[in-house]
């Protein structure tokens, strides 16, 4: 299949994959950001309860059940510091996070705070809730200065679907830098997870905020969190 890319394709995919390596250092550095003790920080059901704007912020965002809270656990060591479910729904505020230690200081010496977000696409909760989830998730990431960079997380073995397409449309529309992140890697073989990687990359290329390179992870088995959290720490450095 590489053989048969040509030209200017064939450049973008090589560069595509080196940006998508790091370093050991950078893998040392991501762990070192990550490393510590992770706390609460607040939570906010309405725009006006936002934390007010300070270091720069990650948020993770994706349909109902995809996994953001337990990759949050996942990234900060914490088995329960965002909490989980079976249930779609479990997250129904914006919960921030942030290192209780040098007051949270990552790489660029500033703090990073990690936030977590109400799913979408969960039809069996009151209409009202979601109707009100979904106005604070859009008026957040449209609004949010210090926001660095979104975290799509899509299902691994559905990859994008409909619901998907509101909030990518919304980061595309208010310029919003996002990387789509695949979940739940350990419940599909390997080939079909090279497909859904390869599928996902080819449907962002119209995208104009999203970042060329898809992530795989697992929370459950830990595969591609260094890699994820190599990337937040490049991203911090880069924006300075
Ligand atoms: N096998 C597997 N299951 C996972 C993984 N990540 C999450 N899950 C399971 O998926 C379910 C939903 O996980 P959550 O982290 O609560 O999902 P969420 O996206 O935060 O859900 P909402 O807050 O309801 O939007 C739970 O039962 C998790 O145990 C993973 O990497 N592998
Ligand atoms: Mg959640």
Not at 55 to 68: D, I, M, T
Not at 149 to 156: G, I, M, P
Not at 168 to 192: H, P
Request: proline fraction near 3%.
């Amino acid at each position: 299949m590489r053989g048969a890319l040509l030209g200017r394709d064939r450049i973008m995919s090589a560069a595509a994959e080196s940006a998508g390596e790091f370093s050991a250092a950078e893998i040392e550095a991501g762990r070192r950001l990550f490393a510590g003790e992770w706390n609460f920080l607040s939570a906010a059901g309405s725009l006006e309860s936002l934390p007010p704007m300070a270091g720069p912020e990650v948020a993770f965002a994706g349909r109902s059940n995809v996994g953001k809270s337990s990759l949050i656990n996942a990234l900060t060591g914490r088995r329960a510091l965002a909490r989980t479910s079976n249930t779609p729904g479990r997250t129904q505020e914006l919960i921030f996070f942030g290192r209780g230690d040098v007051g949270g200081a990552g790489a660029t010496g500033r703090p990073v705070v990690v936030v977590d977000m109400p799913g979408y696409g969960y039809a069996a909760a009151a209409k009202s809730k979601i109707s009100a989830w979904t106005r604070l998730i859009h008026d957040y990431l449209r609004g949010r200065a210090t926001l660095a960079r979104v975290y799509l997380l899509v299902d691994s073995r559905h990859g994008l679907m409909a619901a998907d397409e509101r909030i990518l449309q919304t980061l595309d529309e208010a310029a919003v830098s996002y990387q789509i992140v695949l979940t739940k890697c350990d419940r599909i073989a390997a080939s079909e997870l090279a497909e859904r990687l390869a599928s996902v990359q080819t449907q962002l290329k119209r995208r104009p905020a999203a970042y060329p390179i898809v992530l795989k992870t697992s929370a459950q088995t830990g595969a591609g969190i260094a890699e994820l959290r190599a990337a937040i720490c490049r991203l911090l450095q880069e924006r300075g």
